[in-house]
């Protein structure tokens, strides 16, 4: 028979891998520019560089010069700026004609990606 710490502590594993299996908003940004892509995602970047398996998706609202504009500050601030000892996938999704803004998600790997 389980003690009952090994109980909750078996309970609580448990309840973190469902929980974790769910895709987390990391963050909305209205305005872009390098200096906000730097200022604001170098460290975002870093902070979970050792996740692994997960995927990154970029929902980028607004007309499509201005989503591929998006596209490639965000992709220069994540490639040029930190060293990663894992590969993670960068997906783009057009979010449409909109206010522009960028949505950035960390969805595990199998988990129903964000739409916008």
Do not use: H
Request: aromatic share 10%; charged share 25%.
């Amino acid at each position: 028979m389980l003690r009952p710490c090994a109980l909750v502590l078996v309970l609580l594993i448990a309840s973190y891998s469902v929980a974790s299996q769910e895709a987390v908003k990391l963050i909305e940004l209205g305005q872009l520019s390098k200096r906000i892509a730097n200022r604001k995602l170098v460290p975002l970047w870093k902070t979970i560089r050792c996740d692994e398996g997960v995927d990154i998706y970029v929902i980028n609202y607004g007309a499509k010069t201005e989503g591929r504009r998006r596209a490639e500050l965000i992709s220069d601030s994540w490639g040029f700026r930190c060293e990663f000892t894992r590969f993670r996938g960068f997906v783009f999704i057009d979010g449409g004609q909109s206010k522009p803004r960028s949505v950035i998600w960390k969805v595990p790997i199998g988990v129903e990606p964000p739409q916008p």
